[in-house]
């Protein structure tokens, strides 16, 4: 059974950067295209952007300008990196990746910026 399993949230001061890792299991597991989305409380989940195999991303308007994804296919994680962190920002954040032609999703990792 594939997992993709999120980490590094936790408590961030605003202005802050936070850089979040999403890792599949185990580490050998064929994952193509993959994808950020957060969700906050009382609110649908949103999409961030998505990343394929050769590196090519695409951002949401929302935050274009202050995340970056990149992946590294050898560790088969990709990354979030979050720059001016800002209370809204505010969520769990959720990784999913082609598995197989089906997506899997992480469990999500849990982000609060304080202002």
């Known amino acids: 059974q594939v997992q993709l399993v999120e980490s590094g949230g936790g408590l961030v001061q605003a202005g802050e950067s936070l850089r979040l890792s999403c890792s599949a299991s185990?580490?050998?597991?064929?994952?193509?295209?993959m994808a950020w989305h957060r969700q906050a409380p009382g609110k649908s989940r949103e999409y961030i952007g998505s990343?394929?195999?050769?590196?090519?991303?695409n951002y949401d308007d929302s935050v274009k300008g202050r995340v970056t994804i990149s992946r590294d296919n050898a560790k088969n994680t990709m990354y979030l990196q979050i720059h001016s962190l800002r209370p809204e920002d505010s969520a769990v954040y959720y990784c999913?990746?082609?598995?197989?032609?089906?997506?899997?999703w992480g469990q999500g990792t849990q982000v609060i910026v304080s202002s």
């Open positions: 999913r990746g082609l598995h197989h032609n089906r997506w899997v």
């Open positions: 185990p580490p050998s597991a064929n994952i193509g295209s």
């Open positions: 990343i394929h195999t050769d590196a090519l991303t």
